[in-house]
């Protein structure tokens, strides 16, 4: 059973700084595309950034990200990592993980992430 764990999530002010965590079990993460979504209330969940390339190499990032996030991934760790920095209100949302290939496509429980004064 593959289970991903998110954690790293938590509240804090505008310009400020946290490093999320997603920690694959039950599969091997190489196997995957990885990316990172989020959903705030009445939003739909949208792409955040992504790894779309099996060594890392090959990124994508939302507008609104772009400079300030970045994603990568420890394969020997089995971890993929959002590090968000110059945080602002309207990054505030849950964050979830997610592992997609051609047959597959899980999902986290998601981590809460609220940027506010």
């Known amino acids: 059973q593959v289970q991903l764990v998110e954690s790293g999530g938590g509240l804090v002010q505008p310009g400020g700084s946290l490093r999320l965590s997603c920690a694959v079990s039950g599969s091997t993460l190489s196997m995957y595309a990885t990316g990172w979504y989020r959903q705030a209330p009445g939003n739909q969940r949208e792409l955040v950034a992504s790894?779309?390339?099996?060594?890392?190499?090959?990124?994508n990032y939302a507008d609104s990200v772009k400079g300030r996030f970045t994603i990568s991934r420890d394969n020997a760790k089995n971890t993929v990592y959002l590090q968000m920095n110059s945080l602002k209100p309207e990054d505030t949302a849950v964050y979830y993980c997610?592992?997609?290939?051609?047959?597959?496509?899980?999902w986290g429980q998601g981590t809460q992430v609220t940027v506010s004064s």
């Open positions: 997610n592992l997609v290939n051609s047959r597959y496509n899980y």
């Open positions: 790894i779309t390339s099996v060594t890392g190499s090959r990124t």
